[in-house]
């Protein structure tokens, strides 16, 4: 089995900042890509950023200049750091991961976290 555990969400005021933190475990072979999608209510889930295995980022627009992606292939974890957020950055973060587990070593899977509440507010 494998999991994701997101932790570091919370309320923040306008122009603060947030860092989330994602570390995969169990039987794992090797992770590919590593991310963030977050979800505000009403709306679908959007990716927020993401980092392949060799560190290269892709952020979207509206974050892009604000939040920063990064990992520790070694710990099999990914971390977003997230400054001057605004209150439309308000939704449930979810971290996600390609990953080719010990099992079935042959097959790239997605696996998600549980998510973690960020509110920007006043």
């Known amino acids: 089995q494998v999991q994701l555990v997101e932790s570091g969400g919370g309320l923040v005021q306008p122009g603060g900042s947030l860092r989330l933190s994602c570390a995969a475990s169990?039987?794992?072979?090797?992770?590919?890509?590593m991310g963030w999608y977050r979800q505000a209510p009403g709306k679908q889930r959007e990716l927020v950023a993401t980092?392949?295995?060799?560190?290269?980022?892709t952020y979207a627009d509206s974050v892009r200049g604000r939040f920063t992606i990064s990992r520790d292939n070694a710990k099999n974890t990914v971390l977003l750091q997230m400054n001057s957020l605004k209150p439309e950055d308000t939704a449930v973060y979810y971290c996600?991961?390609?990953?080719?587990?010990?099992?079935?070593?042959?097959?790239?899977?997605?696996?998600w976290g549980q998510g973690t509440q960020v509110a920007v507010s006043s």
């Open positions: 980092v392949t295995r060799g560190y290269t980022p």
């Open positions: 169990g039987s794992i072979f090797r992770i590919n890509s």
């Open positions: 996600n991961a390609q990953i080719q587990n010990r099992r079935s070593p042959q097959y790239e899977l997605d696996y």
